[in-house]
């Protein structure tokens, strides 16, 4: 008798309730999307309501990050890149919930790519997707306590600079983001590096080509909360009252026939495209952006 993991019953019950509903197997699955208003099952891109478009887009959260980065904001519909779909989502079942996401005409005619330093519609369906799931348990921002003690800053929160060979205006904070060999760079671990939190303060402190890095560390720090809170969704237990993420992260590339093409067809630390799913709202939130270009894209 062949002992199943938890993982496998799960599946194995999801089989049996699909069976029982009459929807499609896991392996042939498709999602749609559509506006939350709408009752319509045709991919539509969604807007927020207007409270919670207001909230991302607040006016000091775009200054800061037209200071860092450039980055532009592209009203084209839709300007905050969420949608809502219309099946259940598992984490197991990632991979294909992205090639769905990337194959759709409505997500491909909503869509921007990087060519040759312009934005440009994506035209045609993704051929594959890459898909990394993203580690995303943090529900505050403890994670940070380490750069305050470490060496990096100063007591008045002011980041330390120092010299490098390349960069002629450069400091402890991106020292320690960037290379191992950094004595400060081991102060965040492994783990916790993995996290989207991370990520998103790395992102935001690496910023754009055209960069103008703050002389502190709160605004990293603000604008990371801010844009975490916006993105991710939490849940409290009633039995312990203790908050937990239910959204799940992926980082997701996709590829045409000529090989990579979203969100850019470079490879680079700053271009990137995360997935965020809200399972319970059936949400899924499009973050991304291409180096060399200054443009950052909700």
């Avoid at 330093?117 to 306590?145: H, N, Q, R, Y």
């Avoid at 671990?189 to 998103?200: D, N, P, T, V, Y």
């Avoid at 090989?259 to 499009?286: M, N, S």
Wanted: with cysteine; charged share 25%.
């Amino acid at each position: 008798m062949v002992a199943l993991t938890l993982t496998d019953w799960c599946k194995l019950i999801h089989l049996v309730c699909l069976y029982r509903t009459g929807e499609e197997a896991v392996g042939d699955k498709r999602w749609t999307l559509t506006k939350r208003n709408q009752k319509k099952s045709t991919m539509e891109a969604l807007k927020k309501e207007r409270k919670k478009e207001k909230k991302l887009l607040d006016k000091d959260i775009l200054t800061l990050l037209m200071k860092w980065c450039r980055w532009n904001f592209h009203f084209y519909k839709p300007s905050l890149c969420t949608f809502s779909f219309d099946q259940s989502f598992y984490p197991y079942n990632s991979e294909r919930f992205a090639l769905c996401f990337f194959r759709d005409p409505d997500v491909v005619s909503s869509l921007r790519k990087m060519e040759t330093g312009a934005w440009v519609p994506l035209e045609k369906p993704a051929v594959s997707v890459d898909v990394e799931v993203v580690p995303c348990t943090k529900v505050s921002m403890e994670l940070f306590d380490p750069i305050y003690s470490c060496g990096v800053l100063r007591p008045t929160g002011h980041v330390v600079k120092c010299f490098h060979d390349v960069y002629p205006d450069y400091d402890e904070l991106r020292q320690m983001l960037q290379e191992e060999d950094s004595e400060h760079y081991h102060v965040i671990g492994r783990a916790e590096r993995g996290e989207f939190m991370f990520r998103l303060f790395k992102h935001l402190c690496l910023g754009g080509e055209l960069c103008q890095y703050e002389d502190t560390i709160d605004p990293y720090i603000s604008t990371t909360k801010h844009i975490y809170k916006d993105l991710i969704s939490v849940q409290k237990a009633p039995e312990t009252n203790k908050i937990s993420v239910v959204s799940t992260v992926l980082k997701v590339s996709a590829q045409d026939e000529s090989g990579r093409c979203y969100p850019g067809r470079g490879e680079a630390e700053q271009t990137f495209a995360y997935i965020i799913v809200d399972p319970y709202k059936r949400h899924v939130t499009l973050l991304y952006h291409c180096y060399g270009v200054g443009s950052f894209t909700f």
